[in-house]
């Protein structure tokens, strides 16, 4: 038989797709594009997302997404809104004045938000935007008044208002600003950061807008009293609020629970007695019989107070749910069940908890490290942010019961950004201190990391001192990391999510076991093999700052330090602060604990035998936290003895930085500090000034 030489159409094809099929699967995929290093112009790109806030049908998210505008060299927040699901993420506002806080109003008609945005009325003012479509409108025109927050009735026809005197009047369009007048002050606490001086009708108010009439009414008959945290009963009949009513409140911490009718002019109704204070974020219960909160400890303790559930009917009576869980709490939420839930403080991290209402316990929710923050519950619905070592913070759908609840991403904010990095884990370690005690922190390795490799280590040490490190999204390790160094993060005595005693430990013994701490730590990070001895460096923020003024003045194995924010003599800080309770009730006053002041304040008094350390010290002209005083005489100290020293001042920020510029000039300024003295580069210490670019000059004509 005679071969055929011609084949069917459809062998044909066949043919031609095996063949193809071929040259496919032997073609190279595609290579992913390389990851790369964190620079500092991630820190414009980074999204900071805010809180959620669900729909009252349980459909949709709505949450802010703030960025650093580097063109107005400040922080911008937009709104955005998506379904349940994680689709259809859309962005609600544009504004370049921002816009903060936003609800849904009860009947899910509209969202409201609080904008400075121009209007009618100057400041900030509450606005509203229908959900069918349209432009926001300015929905308050309150004068006088500077609005802090709000909430609607359940009804949507009123909305409760937080608000306080404008320290200075709104100029008229078209007339110059009123001269500055003077600040006259007769209150005990009369300072505060970003706040500055406190008049006494500087109080947080509470005021009923009723949205038919447009009346704007005072909701008690209580004066120059602070109410804040107010929140509304389900069936909208009263109003829970935290206040304190001591004969002079700026003398004591005794925070206290009140509810009051939801009609203006009422009087309020104190629900709690302990003496200490009683507050955070109220929840009332689905029947609206009872309320949600957390208690303190006794005032003279306060600095170190580490949360408890608490719960309180509206009748008076209190109970604590979960008595025995030694771990601070806060932002408590009531599903419809009446299963109540907190956040936990833990050990290097935070997540949601169910407390047990009769028992002694609580059930953790998630077993994953991270840090839960910002939970809100409706309905059924739970929806928190959450971040971790290696993730900026993103919305999740928290879902399932104890021991196995997981997180449903819904927000992808970071996620095109993360997509580029070679971001580094943080690992827990342990390290016993010389006395004994068992210490946590996180050590994170420099990008690249190969094992037997001793590196330049820095100890950043946080702030507070009643805070903790965790595995959260923390710029510096990953900008430390990318430039070979790695970073030791200890929960020294004095932090929190080690228990109440852990915290209370170094009550009134400032720089002496935080000390023993932060040094058995990183002794453990050398015996590791990964901290080398002779590169080592320190810094912080805060009681960071002080604290590194204090190890400094303990220890010479640092061979570069960084304070900021610090002090290391708390004698002057006296009435020059916003801890005047805090002096009051732990140290005590000066003319009476002269000894003790001056034994906390060892880096100052006795430089001259030891401080040694190269110093960069850094601190903002307007923080009433810890005033640019405390870095100013410790720059001069080491100056007077020839120590190498700088003093970086920022103009106008308080104790928190919110210029974007000066922010990243920060980071400059440390890597270039330790990169001279730790790392021992031939690089100056401190970063050489930019010029400003010059124009071409124009071209002259002769006449």
């Known amino acids: 038989m005679r071969p055929n030489c011609l084949t069917s159409p459809a062998s044909a094809t066949a043919a031609l797709f095996v063949a193809m099929l071929s040259f496919f699967t032997v073609m190279p995929a595609e290579t992913p594009p390389a990851k790369r290093a964190i620079t500092l112009e991630d820190l414009a790109t980074i999204s900071r997302v805010g809180a959620p806030v669900i729909s009252p049908d349980g459909t949709w998210i709505l949450y802010s997404i703030s960025h650093a505008d580097t063109k107005e060299d400040k922080n911008h927040a937009d709104l955005w809104m998506q379904r349940w699901d994680g689709s259809g993420a859309t962005q609600l506002t544009f504004s370049k004045e921002g816009a903060s806080q936003p609800e849904f109003s009860p009947d899910g008609k509209y969202i409201s938000f609080l904008s400075s945005r121009p209007g009618k009325a100057k400041g900030t003012q509450l606005w509203v935007l229908n959900r069918l479509g349209g432009e926001p409108e300015q929905f308050s025109e309150i004068v006088g008044q500077e609005i802090g927050n709000y909430a609607w009735s359940p009804d949507s026809k009123r909305i409760l208002i937080t608000a306080q005197p404008q320290s200075e009047p709104e100029a008229e369009d078209g007339k110059p600003p009123a001269p500055p007048q003077p600040v006259v002050i007769d209150r005990y606490h009369f300072k505060q950061d970003i706040q500055g001086y406190l008049r006494n009708e500087d109080r947080d108010t509470l005021y009923l807008y009723d949205i038919a009439s447009k009346k704007f009414e005072k909701l008690t008959t209580d004066k120059n009293v602070d109410e804040s945290d107010a929140a509304w009963s389900p069936d909208g009949a009263s109003i829970a609020y935290v206040s304190n009513h001591d004969a002079d409140p700026d003398r004591t911490d005794n925070s206290d629970i009140f509810v009051v009718l939801a009609k203006a002019g009422s009087t309020a109704k104190k629900l709690t007695t302990w003496a200490g204070p009683d507050g955070g974020k109220l929840a009332w219960s689905p029947d609206s019989k009872s309320i949600a909160y957390v208690q303190g400890l006794m005032p003279e303790l306060g600095a170190y107070s580490q949360a408890k559930p608490a719960l309180v009917t509206i009748e008076g009576k209190v109970s604590y749910p979960a008595a025995k869980l030694d771990r601070s709490v806060s932002q408590p939420c009531f599903l419809p069940d009446g299963k109540l839930l907190y956040l936990v403080n833990d050990d290097r991290s935070e997540y949601p908890a169910e407390v047990e209402l009769t028992g002694d316990g609580a059930h953790r929710l998630l077993a994953e490290p991270g840090t839960a923050s910002a ?89 507070g001192p009643n805070g903790q490190d965790g595995h959260s999204f923390a710029f510096e390790r990953q900008w430390f990391a990318a430039h070979g160094y790695a970073e030791i993060n200890v929960n020294y005595r004095g932090s929190s999510g080690r228990g109440q005693d852990y915290a209370k430990a170094i009550f009134a013994d400032w720089g002496h076991l935080e000390v023993i701490d932060l040094l058995g730590a990183v002794d453990a990070v050398v015996k590791m093999g990964v901290a080398d001895p002779a590169k080592l460096g320190i810094g912080g923020w805060s009681y960071g700052g002080i604290l590194t003024d204090y190890t400094t003045a303990s220890d010479d194995r640092f061979k570069a330090a960084i304070s900021g924010a610090g002090s290391a003599a708390p004698l002057s800080f006296y009435g020059s602060d916003e801890y005047i309770l805090q002096y009051d009730n732990e140290l005590g006053v000066p003319w009476k604990a002269r000894d003790l002041y001056l034994k906390l ?75 001279h003295y730790v790392a021992g580069k031939d690089t100056p210490a401190s970063p050489v000034a930019k010029a400003p670019e010059k124009k071409p000059a124009e071209p002259t004509v002769p006449k």
């Open 375 to 463: 939970m809100s519950c409706k309905g059924a619905e739970i929806a928190l942010v959450h971040q971790d070592d290696t993730h900026p913070g993103e919305i999740s759908a928290l879902e399932g019961a104890a021991p196995h609840a997981s997180l449903r991403k819904l927000t992808t904010a970071n996620d095109a950004l993360l997509a580029q990095l070679d971001l580094v884990p943080s690992e827990d370690f342990t390290s016993l201190s010389k006395d004994g005690t068992e210490v946590h922190g996180l050590l994170t390795k420099p990008l690249g990391y190969k094992a037997g490799t001793k590196v330049p280590t820095i100890l950043f040490i946080h702030g």
């Open 601 to 675: 304040s060892y880096p100052l008094l006795e430089a001259d035998k030891r401080m040694h350390t190269p110093t960069l010290y850094m601190g903002g002209t307007n923080d009433f936290n810890v005033p640019i005083i405390g870095g100013e005489q410790m720059y001069q100290a080491l100056k007077s003895l020839k120590i190498p020293t700088e003093l970086v001042v920022y103009p106008g920020q308080f104790h928190g930085f919110t210029r974007p510029s000066f922010i990243k000039d920060r980071y400059e300024r440390w890597l270039a500090w330790y990169d």
